[in-house]
């Protein structure tokens, strides 16, 4: 099927709303970006998207439309892409999905449309990155580009200025296969062997896990010592397990949907998952 893209690009473009908050680049030897967010709010709500997969048949896409209202109309929520957010295909890896990746760039496109004023940066997945791998084009790049947003091809180092505070974020697609929980857990925590954060966030995993791990950092000011705990997140995904990859390689079912951390004035952060289902 033929596509008039740039012409559909920029009806899309059209419809962006400005963003809610102060997005700064700052110069940097190291993938950095600042967030000033208003004193006026009450509380941060942070909600990225992860590992959405659209053009794969086993997207749940009757969630994520749920998910992008509750994004769209929730004054307090920031988001992100953190990678993967369409199936892209290449003779190598061809994935799973009947759409080509212009008609899924396009409509990983029109699909974020709706929250961009609430999107901070743009990350690059293992599944965007097949074409890099192949050709050094990078279609997250494109993504990034589309939706007029910071571009991250591996890690982006987030500071939150909100209230007095400073909230360091570490965000990163993910990387690995870790299969069973307590793998997950490690995983999700290892970027502090080299680095401290207040928030490190992955997903790549398509499960949901969280972990508070204690932490003692050192004022810079007065030279004191105080507590400064990290939580660690692996957001899940929006992929339903039966009739896919995952079952039929007989890796572990994972939840769908999103993760979402409060950050409070006072320096607390509360994860917030969601286990849904009947309870007959
Ligand atoms: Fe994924």
Same mark, same amino acid.
């Given at each position: 099927?033929?596509f008039d893209?740039?012409?559909?690009? !920029?009806?899309?473009?059209?419809?962006?709303?400005?963003p809610v908050v102060?997005?700064?680049?700052?110069?940097?030897?190291?993938?950095?970006l600042?967030v000033?967010?208003?004193?006026?709010?009450?509380q941060?709500?942070?909600a990225?998207l992860?590992?959405?997969h659209i053009?794969n048949?086993?997207?749940?896409?009757?969630?994520?439309?749920?998910h992008l209202?509750w994004?769209? !109309?929730?004054?307090?929520?920031l988001s992100w892409n953190?990678?993967?957010?369409? !199936?892209?295909?290449?003779?190598?890896?061809?994935?799973?999905?009947?759409?080509s990746n212009?008609?899924?760039?396009?409509?990983?496109? !029109?699909?974020?449309?709706?929250?961009? =004023?609430?999107?901070?940066?743009?990350m690059?997945g293992?599944?965007e990155?097949?074409?890099?791998? =192949?050709?050094?084009?990078?279609s997250a790049?494109?993504?990034?580009?589309?939706?007029?947003?910071?571009?991250?091809?591996?890690?982006?180092f987030?500071?939150?200025?909100?209230?007095?505070? +400073?909230? +360091?974020?570490?965000?990163?697609?993910?990387a690995?296969s870790?299969?069973?929980?307590?793998a997950q857990?490690?995983?999700?925590?290892?970027?502090?062997?080299?680095?401290?954060?207040d928030?490190?966030w992955?997903?790549h995993?398509?499960?949901?896990?969280?972990?508070?791990?204690?932490r003692?950092?050192?004022?810079?000011?007065?030279g004191?010592?105080f507590?400064r705990d990290?939580?660690?997140?692996?957001?899940?995904?929006?992929?339903?397990?039966f009739g896919?990859?995952?079952a039929?390689?007989?890796?572990?079912?994972?939840?769908?949907?999103?993760?979402?951390?409060?950050?409070n004035?006072?320096?607390?952060i509360?994860a917030?998952? =969601?286990? +849904?289902?009947? +309870?007959?």
């Amino acid at each position: 099927m033929d596509f008039d893209f740039q012409t559909e690009l !920029e009806a899309i473009q059209k419809t962006f709303k400005k963003p809610v908050v102060k997005i700064v680049q700052p110069t940097s030897d190291l993938p950095e970006l600042d967030v000033v967010v208003p004193d006026s709010w009450k509380q941060i709500q942070i909600a990225p998207l992860y590992d959405v997969h659209i053009g794969n048949p086993q997207h749940d896409g009757k969630l994520l439309a749920r998910h992008l209202k509750w994004i769209e !109309e929730t004054p307090d929520v920031l988001s992100w892409n953190g990678g993967d957010m369409f !199936e892209n295909i290449t003779d190598f890896k061809m994935g799973h999905t009947t759409k080509s990746n212009e008609e899924q760039l396009i409509e990983a496109t !029109e699909t974020l449309a709706s929250i961009k =004023h609430k999107l901070l940066f743009s990350m690059a997945g293992n599944h965007e990155d097949r074409t890099y791998k =192949h050709t050094h084009i990078s279609s997250a790049k494109y993504l990034a580009n589309n939706l007029q947003l910071p571009y991250f091809g591996d890690y982006c180092f987030l500071t939150v200025h909100w209230k007095g505070n +400073r909230f +360091r974020i570490l965000a990163h697609h993910g990387a690995g296969s870790a299969q069973t929980p307590g793998a997950q857990l490690n995983s999700a925590r290892k970027e502090l062997a080299w680095t401290t954060a207040d928030l490190i966030w992955t997903g790549h995993l398509h499960q949901n896990k969280v972990d508070v791990v204690y932490r003692v950092d050192y004022d810079q000011k007065n030279g004191r010592a105080f507590e400064r705990d990290t939580i660690v997140i692996i957001s899940p995904s929006y992929i339903n397990y039966f009739g896919g990859y995952a079952a039929k390689m007989r890796m572990i079912p994972g939840v769908r949907g999103l993760s979402v951390a409060t950050l409070n004035a006072d320096g607390r952060i509360d994860a917030n998952l =969601h286990a +849904r289902g009947k +309870r007959i």
